[in-house]
């Protein structure tokens, strides 16, 4: 029984490869195991993309947990990708994103190898975008569909070369929703101009990566300039303080906090696109933050940021009061730096 | 190595804690992700530990639906992941009954964006009792419409026990709050209607709130009685910057910013600081940024309330205790009803709160506009009648 199972799900396999090479994906089959769906080459840990699974990045990415992700992008054969300056691309029907969470076993050298610890598949399906979360097994060969999620203990020796050990909680289905959601409907977030608008080390040289789209003809309508960028947080020779906090809590609060997204009952909103001081905190009093309000009075205070709540929820691991509520168990020092350096510069 | 422990769990008597609980969690977790639309997601009786919130999404006719109030237990004591216990988002006619919520870090059951929700024979709770760091809100649904929650109990909160934010069509009744700093509070919410509850000993018994900066900006046309509102004194221990932290201890009912209220037929008896108040944002002092808010209570209508409290001093912590201890100056005296007096210039000369027919009322408007120069506790030019409706047409 088991052997007629294998060979099925072998003929499914190539007849999945066969329609993938063909004709553009229309309806979308969830495999129970990541490698049915034969988007790398070779030994599946490595994540060598078949040539039109496309990788990418952010220029600046959200934190989760001090992981490590790849990213990629599958548009079906023919379709395109169609740009805005605004938000995330429309994208057409059958892309699917692919994104791999990892921890290399010692930061500070990747030829020291890495733990895949899981795959979120987000696809673009007739009805909408579903997401499909994959767990990596211990012996890295395959990553397996699972819905509700798992907590996983993880070591690794970080930038400083300091031995970490921290637990590591997958998301179960649900709670991809928690962030990747606008209104009542799943969207990615990272498929937009001002996050992709940086170059990528491709095999063939670094390139822009919206000009590779259009070269790869998976991306329509992009203009000849005024692209919007964010900074890239980390980077001080990369736009000023101010847009470098703004980029910082636009990917990592602003799909939540937006006057669309799960977080707006809070009336807090730290997308990029909010420009009032005090719809993005200054001197906002919180609403129903319970003790994530941490006995401060205002969510941010100019030149204070010991006495703000936007500072104080950064600033812990207890999942009562952490934000954002995902990836975070560990606390982002660096990027609570940033945000620390932003309030304390603040004009009252 | 696992079997052992298993074993002398065994040995030790403890045999539930063996039952593989990562087990249960993931079938619940299983569960809630996978319901088809107008299924029953029946949960079993017993106590289970779990260390991340339930969640269900975009499900439509779904039933949580446990053994019993006291038999169905999900504690979230040590929760890794999910500041709630059991999440519903983005469904329609979902019903949660029979179990209780334990110990989460954030709140016990919160609601969000469900058209037609009911809880029944719910319990929230702490079982440490009152605590600062408990979760925020027991029972929580926000952006909902057509919410019912019957039956129900909420203890140790440290906001609201059970909290109806910005929805709409809310009916909350024979419920029981204690121990919470709110014990039931409809904030910025539309059409609610709160009847045969009891609320005791919780900072502030029943709030009716309109707050600034939220989408949801003008609630209202809302209707409290029947209710048992008493001995509501307890210690405010809410984290501070919580609009909740401001309640004095010893608050029956407040009505804070909101119009079209009534309150009726209700026993308000020995909350030490004010039986009943109507006040304004003002009185917060917290700034307001939001142009399009109203900060004043209008359309206030308090009638056949029966009124009791011991001869003793209103609160003296925090700026309301005193403000009673160095402005008020009440002593014992202390009313049952008090109006901070802060009127919209618009509506000067026009009766935006009627007092009429209440047993033993005594009451005060504290003139806080004129720092608090002129205290009337003259209750007549208050003696009207207004017609509140709950619904929208």
Known sequence: MRKLLTVSALVLVILAGVSFTRKPVQSFEKKEKLSDYGFFLGPLADLTPREDVIPYHLVTPLFSNYAEKSRFIVVPRGEKAEYNGEGVFNLPTGTVLIKNFYYPNDFRDPAKGRRIIETRILVHETDGWKAYPYIWNDEQTDAFYDVTGDTKSINYIDHRGKKVQTSYVIPNKNQCKGCHSTGEVLLPIGIAARHLNTNFPYKQGPQNQLSHWMEKDILDKLPSGMIPRNSKWDDEKDGSLDDRARAYLDINCGHCHNPKGAANTSGLYLDIHTIQPNLYGVMKTPVAAGRGSGNFQFDIVPGKPDQSILYYRMNTNDPGIAMPEIGREQIHQEGLALIREWIKKMNP | ?393
């Open chain 2, 1 to 393: 190595m696992k079997r052992l422990a298993c074993i002398c769990f065994t040995l030790l008597g403890i045999l539930p804690a063996c039952f593989a609980q990562m087990d249960v969690q993931k079938k619940l977790m299983a569960q809630f992700i996978d319901a088809d639309n107008n299924s029953v997601i029946e949960l079993p009786e017993g106590s289970f530990t779990l260390n991340a919130s339930l969640w269900l999404d975009g499900k439509k006719g779904v039933t949580i639906r446990g053994k019993g109030m006291d038999k169905t237990i999900l504690n979230f004591n040590g929760q890794l992941s999910g500041a709630e216990g059991i999440k519903v988002t983005n469904g329609s006619n979902i019903t949660i009954e029979d179990l209780t919520v334990q110990d989460t870090k954030g709140d016990a059951i919160k609601t969000q964006l469900v058209d037609g929700i009911t809880f029944r024979k719910v319990k929230a709770e702490w079982t440490r009792g009152a605590n600062e760091k408990n979760g925020g809100y027991g029972l929580y649904p926000v952006q909902c419409s057509k919410v019912l929650i019957e039956q129900c109990e909420a203890r140790g909160a440290s906001d609201a026990g059970i909290y109806v934010g910005q929805s709409r069509e809310i009916i909350v009744r024979n419920c029981r709050a204690t121990e919470n700093v709110a014990g039931i509070e409809i904030e910025n919410s539309l059409y609610a209607e709160v009847y045969d509850n009891e609320a005791t000993n919780n900072t502030g018994g029943i709030l009716i709130f309109d707050l600034p900066d939220l989408t949801v900006k003008k609630g209202g046309f809302t209707k409290v009685y029947n209710n048992h509102v008493h001995h509501n004194n307890h210690k405010n221990f809410a984290p501070k910057g919580n609009i909740v932290g401001k309640v004095p201890q010893g608050t029956g009912i407040m009505v804070l910013a909101t119009n079209n209220v009534e309150v009726y037929n209700n026993r308000i008896i020995n909350n030490i600081t004010t039986g009943t108040a109507i006040i304004s944002y003002y009185i917060t002092e917290n700034p307001i940024k939001d142009s399009s808010y109203y900060p004043y209570p209008s359309n206030i209508f308090i009638h056949d309330n029966q009124y009791e409290r011991e001869h003793t001093k209103a609160t003296m912590k925090g700026r309301m205790g005193k403000l009673y201890h160095f402005k008020l100056k009440f002593g014992k005296n202390v009313p049952h009803i008090i109006y901070d007096g802060i009127q919209d210039e618009k509506t000067k000369g026009q009766q935006i709160l009627c007092i009429r027919n209440n047993t033993n009322a005594s009451f005060a408007n504290i003139d806080a506009a004129n720092n608090f120069r002129n205290i009337s506790r003259e209750m007549k030019p208050y003696d009207c009648e207004l017609k509140i409706s709950t619904t929208s047409n």
